[in-house]
């Protein structure tokens, strides 16, 4: 027979395995019959297997509560409290236990032999239990993380309700460098222990120096909810909030279009945490994505280039500097992105569209580009396409020429301006030659039918330049 003080030497570190004896316990206990209290006593049974620990215990209160002499309801209130790893709040039920049945026993007065010897392994497990937890101990305060977090692996395996081990895991976790690790250990022992402020502060901190303010702001909150007056969780409140606004200040104006904006917003994010790596390259990488949209591509890759020389699997930073590289016409540049961008997701649809149209354009460039014969940017607006064309046009007009070769070159080149002027400043036909088809190639075209603006110089005599479409009105003639 086991005496109860030889068990609950123990119970500060093995509590579990006082859920085991309690059963054993109750099922000799002589207690006076309550229905209420029976129907308490159950129910929180129930609620603590289940790991419903604030439940149970308001079970167990109820039980105390109603049948103050029921040793029972102060006993597995106790398990509860030592569940929770409030030890303190566990003795004196223990010790209001002892008082109310002196005789008090973990089995019962005649145990058969199959209960004692579980009782017996139990105790043994119980040492091997405490030897773990002197080690783990020993091996955090010498730094060695790894052998502490394969120590308390072990013990939580069995004790999966100690909130003070769970807490000390997650320090070892951090320290070896695995802060998710960690944030799943610290939000368990937020649920078992009550008011853990320290475990809602600790989880905020991880996720903000993961990047995820999002989640920060959001735990921060529950530990002021415990306690508004918390000093730290109040400072990182703000300074979190502070962060959260600007980002989604940046994120509303990038989804108008206002990229420029955006962009302020995003060098301002920097500014406010310019310690955590991570919130610089997440601003460096929208920076470089609002400069790809606003077709500012020297600056996009630039920008780009910078983050991915800190992530160079960055998928994001590679399709928008590919973007960049595509109005840069740096086709093998834009191709190499978008192929490196796939490997890293290869069912990404933009990236397989975005290739595709860069192979089309480095082909079509090896043919005939309207962009180059009137010498203007892929984003250049219409005025300026017409007014490249026009300079163009007046250079290249055959009145110009009197030699019989030049004449017949400047027919040609004369020819190319006109049907680049015809191209870019038609916005569907721009779209086909931007997607790397040519309007004007009858190869490229179905149906056949020839195409209009393969014409001799016959065909373009008394073309006017100055004019934005639509009938020709006079004809040049230079002497």
Same mark, same amino acid.
């Given at each position: 027979? *086991?005496?109860?003080?030889? *068990?609950?030497?123990?119970?500060?570190?093995?509590?579990?395995?006082?859920?085991?004896?309690?059963d054993l316990q109750y099922e000799g206990a002589e207690c006076g019959v309550n229905a209420d209290v029976e129907k308490h006593l159950e129910l929180g049974k129930k609620l603590l297997a289940a790991g419903q620990l604030a439940d149970a215990l308001s079970q167990f209160h109820a039980a105390v509560d109603g049948d103050p002499d029921n040793y029972i309801a102060y006993?597995?209130?106790?398990?509860?409290?030592?569940?929770?790893?409030?030890?303190?709040?566990?003795?004196?039920?223990?010790?209001?236990?002892?008082?109310?049945?002196?005789?008090?026993? =973990?089995?019962?007065?005649?145990?058969?032999?199959?209960?004692?010897?579980?009782?017996?392994?139990?105790?043994?497990?119980?040492?091997?239990?405490?030897?773990?937890?002197?080690?783990?101990?020993? @091996?955090?305060?010498?730094?060695?993380?790894?052998?502490?977090?394969?120590?308390?692996?072990?013990?939580?395996?069995?004790?999966?309700?100690?909130?003070?081990?769970?807490?000390?895991?997650?320090?070892?976790?951090?320290?070896?460098?695995?802060?998710?690790?960690? %944030?799943?250990?610290?939000?368990? =022992?937020?649920?078992?222990?009550?008011?853990?402020?320290?475990?809602?502060?600790?989880?905020?901190?991880?996720?903000?120096?993961?990047?995820?303010?999002?989640?920060?702001?959001?735990?921060?909150?529950?530990?002021?909810?415990?306690?508004?007056?918390?000093?730290?969780?109040?400072?990182?409140?703000?300074? *979190?909030?502070?962060?959260?606004?600007?980002?989604?200040? =940046?994120?509303?104006?990038?989804?108008?279009?206002?990229?420029?904006?955006?962009?302020?917003?995003?060098?301002? *994010?920097?500014?406010?945490?310019?310690?955590?790596?991570?919130?610089?390259?997440?601003?460096?990488?929208? %920076?470089?994505?609002?400069?790809?949209?606003?077709?500012?591509?020297?600056? @996009?890759?630039? /920008?780009?280039?910078? /983050?991915?020389?800190?992530?160079?699997?960055?998928?994001?930073?590679?399709?928008?500097?590919?973007?960049?590289?595509?109005?840069?016409e740096m086709y093998d540049e834009a191709i190499q992105d978008y192929e490196t961008a796939q490997e890293h997701n290869e069912n990404d649809q933009q990236i397989r569209e975005g290739l595709e149209k860069a192979q089309?354009?480095?082909?079509?460039?090896?043919?005939?580009?309207?962009?180059? %014969?009137?010498?203007?940017?892929?984003?250049?607006?219409?005025?300026?396409?017409?007014?490249?064309?026009?300079?163009?046009?007046?250079?290249?007009?055959?009145?110009?020429?009197?030699?019989?070769?030049?004449?017949?070159? @400047?027919?040609?080149?004369?020819?190319? %301006?006109?049907?680049?002027?015809?191209?870019?400043?038609?916005?569907?036909?721009?779209?086909?030659?931007?997607?790397?088809?040519?309007?004007?190639?009858?190869?490229?075209?179905?149906?056949?039918?020839?195409?209009?603006?393969?014409?001799?110089?016959?065909?373009?005599?008394?073309?006017?330049?100055?004019?934005?479409?639509?009938?020709?009105?006079?004809?040049?003639?230079?002497?």
């Open positions: 027979m *086991v005496a109860p003080g030889s *068990v609950t030497s123990r119970l500060g570190s093995v509590f579990p395995f006082l859920l085991v004896l309690v006993y597995r209130r106790a398990t509860v409290f030592l569940a929770m790893g409030k030890s303190k709040a566990a003795l004196p039920d223990l010790t209001k236990v002892i008082e109310l049945k002196m005789d008090f026993t =973990a089995l019962k007065s005649n145990p058969s032999e199959n209960e004692e010897k579980e009782a017996q392994a139990q105790l043994i497990k119980s040492d091997e239990m405490q030897r773990l937890r002197s080690q783990a101990l020993d @091996a955090f305060e010498s730094s060695d993380y790894t052998a502490a977090i394969t120590f308390l692996d072990k013990i939580l395996e069995v004790c999966v309700w100690d909130a003070e081990l769970r807490e000390l895991r997650a320090e070892c976790f951090i320290k070896e460098g695995e802060p998710r690790k960690a %944030i799943s250990d610290l939000k368990a =022992a937020s649920k078992l222990k009550n008011d853990n402020t320290e475990a809602f502060y600790k989880i905020s901190t991880l996720y903000y120096q993961l990047g995820d303010h999002e989640l920060s702001l959001s735990e921060v909150r529950e530990c002021l909810k415990l306690d508004q007056d918390h000093k730290r969780c109040f400072a990182h409140y703000k300074q *979190v909030k502070k962060l959260n606004k600007l980002i989604e200040s =940046a994120e509303e104006l990038i989804r108008d279009g206002r990229y420029t904006e955006a962009t302020s917003k995003y060098e301002s *994010v920097m500014k406010t945490e310019p310690s955590v790596s991570e919130y610089t390259i997440r601003s460096k990488e929208r %920076i470089c994505h609002c400069f790809s949209k606003d077709e500012k591509p020297v600056e @996009a890759i630039r /920008v780009c280039s910078e /983050v991915l020389q800190m992530e160079a699997d960055n998928v994001n930073a590679l399709k928008d500097r590919a973007e960049a590289y595509l109005i840069e089309r354009l480095l082909k079509q460039s090896q043919k005939r580009d309207y962009y180059k %014969i009137l010498g203007v940017k892929r984003n250049a607006k219409k005025q300026e396409i017409i007014k490249a064309y026009r300079k163009l046009a007046l250079q290249w007009h055959p009145d110009n020429f009197q030699n019989e070769e030049e004449k017949k070159k @400047a027919e040609k080149k004369f020819i190319d %301006i006109a049907a680049a002027k015809e191209v870019l400043s038609d916005p569907e036909m721009r779209k086909k030659f931007d997607d790397g088809e040519d309007p004007l190639d009858a190869e490229t075209q179905q149906g056949g039918g020839g195409n209009p603006f393969h014409r001799s110089w016959n065909s373009w005599q008394g073309f006017n330049p100055f004019s934005s479409g639509g009938p020709f009105r006079f004809k040049f003639h230079f002497n």
